[in-house]
């Protein structure tokens, strides 16, 4: 029997009807499939596990490696891989020289630390490694290019003019020079003064002396005008002055913290000093400080993340097919004659 008009138009409607609901029902499926396929990827990114940087820890004149020892306990309790390599003290070139082929042993990124004079080394010594990412500076000297410890302290004048001795020396292949020391009755007030009178003798004793030409020669590269730094002032230091140190790290453009401390603030206060060079190694994007030569770099700025990229062009795919449903929808209903 044939169908009547109203029926065939009923059932053609019906029918329509259908087929919107099953287009609308693919498009909201897809983008369930997408979210379920690009969520992993986000997923997989962010549970990466990161690779903790290599603090790499540089002593300056008159110490050695053991000072830092307090600071080297608390990195390695946060899982820090952490080294203290003998600073060798007998010139900015070849100490920064030697540095540096230490760092060429370091695997992955490195957080490199210099205290002291040990500053002027690390500012020399990171020049061209893309691998160290963040530069720390402790109560340190921070010479430019063209700078030395000596042009610095005639600005700045300290109580360590008077407070070290010179003894020559001679060395092998009849190499001579002269080594400075601290001299013992004035070590506690000028090095160390908030720490005990027993722990002064000591390092008095231990003691490891500088060539004058660690103080003279003049830096003939600043990597920290390229690669972002903190530093560490000791408002209570007598072998430089907390003026000096200031102005190096506003030059610098440094992020910086100051504490009531003596030269040896990784001795006095190992906590401060451990909770600055963190900050350094987990500071990313825009938490980083912009290096002096150039505020723009890119080191400055939060990275893309691939995973992110992806997850961007699934879901805009996704989400275009959920709205052109909806568009043959919305389409439908308007194309709809009243019968």
Partial sequence: MAASPALGSGRERVRARGRVRAR??????ALAVCAATAAPATAAADDAPRRKPTVVLIHGAFADGSSWNG???????????????????????????????????VKGPIVLVGHSYGGAVIS???AGNSRVKSLVYVSALMPDKGESG???????????????????????????????????????????????????????ATQRPASTAAFSEKAKVAAWRKIPSWFLVARQDKTINPRQ???????????????????????????????????????TGSARPSPAANPSDSRARPESRPADTATAWVTAGAAALLLSGGALLVGRRRGRRPR
């Avoid at 070849?94 to 060429?104: E, G, K």
């Avoid at 102005?247 to 909770?275: C, G, L, N, W, Y």
């Fill in 245 to 283: 140190e200031r102005f190096e790290a506003k030059r610098a453009h440094s992020h910086t913290v100051e504490i009531d401390s003596s030269h040896v603030a990784m001795i006095a206060h190992p906590q401060a000093v451990t909770d600055l060079i963190v900050k350094a190694a987990t500071a």
């Fill in 24 to 29: 609308a029902a693919a498009a909201g499926c």
């Fill in 124 to 126: 020399t010594a990171a």
């Fill in 150 to 204: 000596q042009s610095l302290a005639a600005r700045y004048p300290s109580e360590l003019a008077t407070a070290t001795r010179a003894v020559r020396y001679r060395a092998g292949g009849g190499v001579r020079g002269t080594d400075l020391y601290l001299k013992r009755d004035k070590l506690h007030r000028v090095f160390a003064a908030d720490l005990s009178a027993g722990t002064a003798r000591l390092l008095a």
């Fill in 71 to 105: 600071v080297i306990a608390r990195l390695e309790r946060r899982g820090y891989p952490v080294i203290a390599p003998a600073n060798p003290l007998r010139g900015l070139a070849t100490d920064s020289a030697y540095i540096a082929s230490v760092l060429d042993s």
